[in-house]
């Protein structure tokens, strides 16, 4: 059995992960990391099996860790609409304060990678974004945040920790149920620059926590990094299951 710290529990993506590992308690146990006791109460029913802190805060990182053998980090800023948009004008975000994406998936992300190698940790799963290749992508320019930069530099960090890594880096998410699609892999992009015919860069947060789960237990699934997006429902007569053979698609470096 293997234990595990998710970090962003209390997120969208976080929280289908810790549930989906709590299921499975032969093969995983697990500790859920979030920063909002409440929060996860109100997901959880309890806040049992949860330790809080902040990434931003380092030394709030390491009693979480303790006795931990892999780490899925699912921390992530998130914009906010500023007031809502006048009629014809498009609306503006803004990161909370302290909120920034330099701050949370950069130092933050390097602060749990540091916290990990100190706590002696085997494996580290990180879920990032697709498009971080691109530049001038749409997505850095969100209130001034960089966000695609800063999340590819923490995978840079990760992958120059020694530590072994599975990078994970999600389409657009969806909230539509997991197991109903085939799931395609790539790299650098391709499938924003060159899209395959009648699929859209999309997956949902459904098959990517389960894709979380399967990379914590599969040996193909070490020290590699790729994008993953899904087939719509309707053109995936075969739905993704054996995850050793997709990830044996996979390949080492960012
Ligand atoms: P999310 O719901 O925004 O969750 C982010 C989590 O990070 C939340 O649980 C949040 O805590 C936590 N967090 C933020 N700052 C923190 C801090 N300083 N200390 C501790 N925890 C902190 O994420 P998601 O939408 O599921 O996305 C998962 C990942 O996929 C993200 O990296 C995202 O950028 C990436 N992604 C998203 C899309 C998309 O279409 N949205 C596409 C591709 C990739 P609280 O619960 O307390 O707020």
């Known amino acids: 059995m293997k234990h595990v710290l998710v970090t962003g529990a209390t997120g969208r993506t976080g929280a289908l992960v810790l549930k989906k590992l709590r299921e499975r308690p032969q093969d995983f146990q697990t500790r859920g990391f979030a920063r909002d006791a409440a929060k996860a109460k109100e997901l959880f029913g309890s806040a049992e099996g949860f330790v809080f802190g902040d990434v931003t805060k380092p ?74 290749t691109i530049e ?53 992009d391709a499938f924003l620059k060159n899209p395959p015919e009648g699929v859209p860069a999309a997956v949902p947060r459904a098959d990517v926590a389960e894709t979380v789960a399967q990379a914590l237990l599969s040996p193909y ?13 309707e053109s995936s007569p075969a739905p993704t299951t054996d995850f050793d053979r997709l990830f044996a698609g996979t390949t080492p470096g960012l």
Do not use: C
Not at 98 to 118: F, T
Not at 221 to 233: G, L, Q
């Open 59 to 132: 030394e709030t990182l390491a009693g979480a860790l303790a006795g931990v053998e892999a780490l899925v980090i699912l921390t992530s800023s998130t914009p906010r609409m500023k007031a809502p948009p006048q009629p014809g004008e498009k609306p503006q975000f803004e990161f909370a304060a302290g909120g920034m994406p330099e701050e949370v998936d950069y130092r933050g992300q390097k602060a749990q990678i540091d916290a990990a190698r100190a706590a002696s940790v085997a494996h580290v799963v990180l879920v990032g974004s697709m498009g971080g």
């Open 136 to 188: 001038g992508h749409p997505l850095n320019r969100l209130g001034d945040g960089n966000v695609l930069v800063w999340k590819r530099k923490a995978e840079a960090y990760l992958i120059d920790s020694g530590l072994d890594y599975t990078i994970i880096r999600p389409g657009g998410l969806l909230d539509k149920p997991g197991g109903m699609r085939e799931l395609l892999v790539g790299k650098d």
């Open 221 to 233: 699934a070490r020290n590699k990094a790729f994008d993953v997006i899904s087939r719509p429902e």
